[in-house]
């Protein structure tokens, strides 16, 4: 049958209810109500030749209305004229005539109650949040158990604006940091909309520069290194570190030569070398590197992948070090070790502007497929043979 049935009806208001509109309208007051519903119902034809089919139909929608078992809609009837059957009344329009008449037809009033009641709070304690609970209704009743922690975190927030202090240290009943990480995301909506604009770095952007948006103290970055030589600058027998940044920063250890690589058993592999160092990469990350003054005045060599991505990083580095070389990222490695190329997921085709150009040439044979589709070469499938020989080419 095409004709709008009971289900159909109840699964139009279900749409409104995923879309959020429903409990949106409690926040906003948006007259969603009374709300028609659009009637399929028999044509002058069907209602001549399925006459007795029509009748079960009605009584079906009759039966369902308001009054009936699943009450929630209102039917209203016409009466039809036909040369054959005679007068007929059918249903001509379905409507809802209340919010909590469609939450009763779809068994959604529980989760409305809920909702008032985050409303209610929300008005009382924090209004300038309230545009989130109307933007973000159904995620609303979800976090209602934690709802007034939230609210908790808000308002210390705006007592305590840019508190330079690690999230561990927020000292709230019920709150812990683990919470706040859980929530970083509905977090940053509320506070974006309850702190002053000039409590907010709106440069820093994203959940991983929440501490940095907000004012806490971030996470040191650390940067892991290898002396590849013996260094005064360590007590002996020390080789592999790791420093915060700000340290790393302050440590000059005297070499003249920095590698970076991207992969972590190169990193430990990575041979003796006079008057050298190397460095666990950072991926697209050389923030911390960046303000190590002393890296400025040394040789460095990054050696990462042969793909598109393994060059972006290359470039981005070079945005800090403009000086850095590369490290067995040419066209003849990569021939070299065609058995070991894989496919890269996704690669990208950004312009850059920072290689050189045999590096770009290669870059472009890379993200145009001229070599095969989306090729790439992991740094740990090259020979190791082949790293000597470039090290020693490089130390003659």
Same mark, same amino acid.
Request: a negative charge; charged letters at 25%; hydrophobic letters at 40%.
């Given at each position: ?19 959020? %509109? ?10 969603? =109500?009374?709300?028609?519903? #659009?009637? @399929?119902?028999?044509?002058?034809? !069907? /209602? ?25 809609? %209102? /039917? ?6 036909? %040369? ?14 209340? /919010? ?95 702190? #002053? ?6 440069? +820093?952007?994203?959940?991983?520069? =929440?501490?940095?948006?907000?004012? =806490? ?33 302050? =440590? ?35 923030? +911390? ?22 060059? +972006?990083?290359?470039?981005?580095? %070079?945005?800090?070090?403009? !000086?850095?070389?590369? /490290? ?7 021939? +070299?070790? @065609? ?10 085709? @950004? ?46």
């Amino acid at each position: 049958m095409t004709w709008t049935t009971p289900d159909d009806i109840r699964g139009r208001v279900q749409r409104e209810w995923e879309k959020g %509109r429903l409990l949106a309208a409690m926040a906003t007051g948006e007259p969603l =109500f009374p709300l028609r519903i #659009p009637l @399929r119902g028999p044509s002058s034809t !069907e /209602l001549r030749d399925r006459f007795a089919e029509v009748q079960e139909w009605i009584g079906l929608l009759r039966s369902a209305a308001r009054g009936g078992q699943r009450p929630g809609f %209102r /039917l209203e009837m016409r009466k039809i004229e036909h %040369r054959v059957i005679g007068g007929n009344e059918v249903p001509a329009e379905i409507w809802i005539d209340s /919010l909590d008449d469609a939450l009763t037809l779809i068994g959604r009033s529980r989760e409305a109650a809920r909702y008032r009641v985050l409303l209610a709070t929300t008005r009382e304690r924090c209004p300038s949040v309230l545009p989130w609970l109307a933007k973000r209704p159904l995620r609303a009743v979800e976090l209602a158990a934690d709802w007034p922690r939230l609210l908790d975190i808000v308002e210390w927030l705006q007592a305590n604006p840019r508190p330079g202090i690690y999230l561990r240290q927020i000292d709230l009943p019920g709150v812990h940091s683990k919470f706040i990480e859980q929530y970083k995301g509905t977090l940053s909506e509320l506070f974006d909309l309850a702190l #002053p604009a000039e409590t907010i770095n709106s440069e +820093a952007r994203g959940i991983g520069l =929440f501490e940095r948006r907000y004012g =806490f103290r971030e996470k040191p970055a650390t940067v892991r290194f290898r002396l590849l030589d013996a260094s005064p600058a360590l007590p002996q027998g020390l080789s592999d570190l790791s420093l915060i940044d700000a340290e790393f920063a302050r =440590f000059d250890p005297g070499v003249s030569r920095v590698f970076i690589t991207e992969n972590e058993i190169d990193f430990l592999a990575f041979p003796h070398l006079p008057d050298s160092l190397v460095i666990f990469g950072a991926g697209y990350g050389f923030d +911390a590197l960046g303000q190590a003054r002393w890296l400025h005045d040394k040789s460095i060599y990054y050696w990462g992948d042969i793909d598109t991505h393994g060059f +972006a990083i290359l470039d981005q580095l %070079r945005a800090h070090f403009p !000086e850095a070389g590369s /490290l067995l990222m040419d066209h003849d490695t990569l021939i +070299a070790h @065609r058995e070991h190329w894989i496919e890269e997921a996704s690669p990208t085709n @950004r312009t850059l502007s920072r290689l050189t150009p045999a590096e770009t040439a290669l870059y472009d044979d890379l993200r145009s497929n001229r070599l095969g589709n989306s090729v790439r070469l992991e740094q740990e499938k090259i020979g190791f043979q082949r790293l000597l020989d470039a090290l020693n080419e490089l130390t003659r």
